[in-house]
């Protein structure tokens, strides 16, 4: 029913079945930009799946917060005390430690903001988060380094390889964090720019 009201295909549907109603429908967009590289079921990679992405101009309210747990590879949509939706997530191939310097190949820890989207990824989407803060920055210098920048929540890189809906190699990136691309379609479905970002150990 709620599908049918929508006007999104019953596998869209069940991605977003974890959702209350009302907080579905204020998700999804009709509006689904084309992007051919990632157009799954024209490459035969992916049977019936549908990008759902949220109007960017359109502040949703729905999420109050995010938090990235990168012991358990998690990531929380929060909403007040509640779970609104769950991610598993993958980080660099140094997983441990919070960010120090530029290079250094780790995922920040502590408080950001998710400040803006990319919208020239090389990734499918990206979210920035607002790394380096002053703390970041004065920490660096003690170490004679810079910072670095560019961390963002992103889903998988463009290919023209096997894509895999359920699977993604691990600890892959260079300390971003990274998404399955229909994951990350959810994430920016809900997620306002805005919408501060806790990183813990």
């Known amino acids: 029913m709620i599908a049918a009201v929508l006007g999104i295909n019953l596998a869209c549907a069940q991605g977003f079945r974890a959702l209350p109603p009302d907080l579905m429908a204020a998700a999804v967009s009709s509006g689904v930009p084309y992007d051919e590289e990632f157009d799954y079921t024209k490459l035969k990679r992916v049977n019936n799946l549908t990008a759902l992405v949220a109007d960017s101009g359109r502040h949703k309210g729905l999420i109050d917060k995010v938090i990235v747990n990168k012991r358990s590879h998690q990531m929380l949509l929060m909403r007040g005390d509640q779970v609104v939706k769950k991610f598993w997530i993958a980080l660099s191939d ?12 780790r995922t920040p820890e502590g ?85 501060p970002i806790t990183i813990n150990p």
């Not at 120090?100 to 190949?105: I, K, L, Q, Y």
């Not at 988060?129 to 810079?146: E, L, M, T």
């Not at 670095?148 to 300390?175: F, K, L, S």
């Open 94 to 105: 140094r997983p441990v430690g919070k960010k120090e310097f530029e290079g250094d190949r």
């Open 111 to 195: 408080t950001y903001t998710l400040d803006y989207i990319k919208n020239n990824s090389r990734f499918y989407k990206a979210f920035h988060i607002s790394y380096p803060n002053a703390r970041d920055i004065a920490n660096a210098r003690a170490h004679g380094a810079r910072p670095g920048g560019m961390i963002m929540v992103h889903g998988q890189p463009a290919t023209r390889g096997e894509y895999q809906e359920t699977v993604q190699r691990t600890d892959w990136t260079n300390g971003c964090i990274a998404l399955l691309n229909p994951d990350l379609d959810q994430f920016m479905a809900l997620v306002d720019v805005g919408t």
